[in-house]
């Protein structure tokens, strides 16, 4: 069976290689043919009607009769469960289905809509809103204690200027790390960067 890959990556820093081995691999398990590949630069807040190579990869695949996507994970996407949500809809209702590597199934079979998929993207866009919200009113718990305490002096100006130029330097990381529960581990596989440099940035949106 003929299927294509679509590959996202939200800066020029960050590495889509290992998303297409990842998925070449899978394809070549279930003797899929992968017979093209869409990769953008783009930020998952676009919707992926408003992108390039996502409409371009919908008009080939039309043409071609493809029935299957393949993604690495479902915020390839999008970062939003409703553009999400609507995003797969969109493509179920041509009869494609997303194979989405995160979930290890298939979002369309049969003619049925999976309705795991849906569950598992609301579940996890959820919880990662709660948890990011949680840490945000933690650390602002805790700056208000520590001024009570006489113990908060705020940050010095140069180390706000760096702090920023490290977090412009690795956005694709921030990103995952503030937007996902994914692990440090599987961070460093996706963005190409070092699990210590992974932890270095978590560091400091705590800090």
Known sequence: MDVVCYVRKSSDDQNWERQLVNLKEIAEQRNWNVIRTFCESVSGTTHANSRKEFNSMIKYIEQKNI???LIS???RLGRKV?????TIESIHE???SLYIQQFNMLSFENGKENPSVKLLCQMMAIGAEMENT?????QTEGIAVAKLQGKYQGRKEG???NKKKYFIKYKNVLELLERSELSVRRIAVITGHSVNTIRKIKHLITN
């Open 134 to 138: 949680l840490r945000k009113d933690r």
């Open 67 to 69: 029935k299957i996507i």
């Open 159 to 161: 180390a706000i200027a």
């Open 94 to 96: 041509k009869s494609i």
């Open 73 to 75: 994970e479902i915020s």
């Open 82 to 86: 409703t553009d999400i949500l609507t």
